[in-house]
Structure formats: structure tokens, C-alpha cells
Nanobody, 118 residues
Framework: VQLQASGGGLVQPGGSLRLSCAAS????????MGWYRQAPGKQRELVAV???????NYADSAKGRFTISRDNAKNLVYLQMNNLKLEDTAVYYC?????????????WGQGTLVTVSS
């Protein structure tokens, strides 16, 4: 599975951005797609994930501000980020977990930089 993320950029506090990630290659019928982020000097952390059955899970920091969604027909996952804060500045990574026969296959995209600054 190859993942291509896009949509990062520079935004002022309170602004919005939408990240997109396209998956290609071998697509598992059962999968989880999501977003993680890594700020300078910090560990990578979960932002939000969505399963192939549209179950979602959010980090507490994302609840109420970010919305994850997916287009299964196009193998796309989106992260709509509203009311962005300075602390949201990070490299955002798209993640894909394919599940088959009791195994999990984990893939990462190249990351897209989100900078929140006035």
C-alpha cells in the first residue's frame, strides 16, 4: 500500500485546513486509516482513525475540532481541522492498517507539515 498525503501548510490560529491521504496498491477490505502527528521534540501521537466500517476514534486534543472521514470508493481519508491552535503544529502522517487472516499490515505516508502561527 502506498500512501500520498497532501493539504498541509501555514495557517493562523483559529484557521482551518483539510488533509487528504490517498491509498493505492493492495487495498484490504478490512482496514483502518488515520492520522498521527509528530511535533518537534515529541513522540508521534494518534490524532484520529476511522475503520472501513466508519467507526472513528479521536485523541482528546482533536475532539470537537477535527473530523476524520473517508471515501471508500476512492481509498481516500480526510482530516478536517478547524479552530487550529499553535500546539497543532506538527508533521501529520497518514497511516493505513490492513487486516487479513489475523495479521495486521501497517503502512505510513511521507508526512505533511502543518504550521499554525500568527
Amino acid at each position: 500500500v502506498q500512501l500520498q498525503a497532501s493539504g498541509g501548510g501555514l495557517v493562523q490560529p483559529g484557521g482551518s485546513l483539510r488533509l487528504s491521504c490517498a491509498a493505492s496498491g493492495t487495498i484490504f477490505s478490512i482496514n483502518v486509516m488515520g492520522w498521527y502527528r509528530q511535533a518537534p521534540g515529541k513522540q508521534r501521537e494518534l490524532v484520529a482513525v476511522i475503520t472501513s466500517s466508519d467507526t472513528t476514534n479521536y485523541a482528546d486534543s482533536a475532539k470537537g475540532r477535527f473530523t476524520i472521514s473517508r471515501d471508500n470508493a476512492k481509498n481516500l481519508v480526510y482530516l478536517q481541522m478547524n479552530n487550529l491552535k499553535l500546539e497543532d503544529t506538527a508533521v501529520y502522517y497518514c497511516n493505513y492498517i490492513g487486516k487479513s487472516r489475523g495479521y495486521e499490515y501497517v503502512y505510513w505516508g511521507q508526512g505533511t507539515l502543518v504550521t499554525v502561527s500568527s
